[in-house]
């Protein structure tokens, strides 16, 4: 049974950091592309970081400088490290694994950052 589990939210004041953790696991074919999404109120979700399996990123404009994804040592394990944090970044954010084949998600995790 595949399960993709997210970790490391929670509350903040804007300027604090987190750090988000994804871990898959019973997925059989290869992950070529890991990332993190997120999906504010009344908003459409949405790219926030992404890395491949040679480890090209790519990164919304919205946290350029701000926002790091990194691999884990494990497999199929992601980490978005988020720094600055601005009350604009309060959402749920998602973690999703893509292999050829198929994509997997995960139920989410609340990031809140208060002003």
């Known amino acids: 049974q595949v399960q993709v589990v997210e970790s490391g939210g929670g509350l903040v004041q804007a300027g604090e950091s987190l750090r988000l953790s994804c871990a898959g696991s019973?997925?059989?074919?290869?992950?070529?592309?890991m990332g993190w999404y997120r999906q504010a109120p009344g908003k459409q979700r949405e790219l926030v970081a992404s890395?491949?399996?040679?480890?090209?990123?790519k990164y919304a404009d919205s946290v350029k400088g701000r926002f790091t994804i990194s691999r884990g040592n494990a497999k199929n394990t992601v980490y978005l490290q988020m720094n600055s944090l601005k009350p604009e970044d309060t959402a749920v954010y998602y973690c999703r694994l893509a292999s050829m084949r198929d994509v997997y998600w995960g139920q989410g995790t609340q990031v809140t950052v208060s002003s």
């Open positions: 890395i491949t399996s040679v480890g090209s990123t």
């Open positions: 019973g997925i059989i074919f290869s992950i070529n592309e």
